[in-house]
């Protein structure tokens, strides 16, 4: 397991560290809301060359983005509303994960049977209002 504490104006290298890190291309966060999961998101899709402006999918469950030449680049997913799993499975949830495209989830836990096994878990910890703590599991 990685482990690091890092303030904001590190995220950049830190988006970094977790891109070539990552064994696949899908990756669960998991932290309390306002730990950094869709800062951290937002930063990893700058990182791959996308100019889309993200935000947390809350009231769309998912996002495409597509990067400067606009080829589909990642999904990112917030599963916080989710009641249980059929509404993941409903959606089409599997056809994502089988894409090439990297894959981001917020909230994972509330879909946990269904993420694949090749998943990269990337933990968030408030440490300070200034600092976060990131744990890396590949």
Known sequence: MYKI??????????????????????????GAMGAGKTTLIKELLQVLGSD????????????????NHGVPLAYHFDFYRLEDEFEALDMGVEEYFNSDLWIFMEWPEKIKSLIPENTTTVHLKI????????????
């Open 127 to 138: 440490c300070t209002t200034a600092t976060r703590e990131l744990s890396i599991e590949q």
């Open 52 to 67: 889309d402006s993200s935000s947390s999918p809350t009231f769309g469950i998912v996002n495409e983005y597509e990067n």
């Open 5 to 30: 504490v890092y303030e904001i104006h590190e995220i950049r290298a830190i988006a970094e560290t977790v891109l070539r890190m990552a064994p696949s291309k899908v990756i669960a966060f998991h």
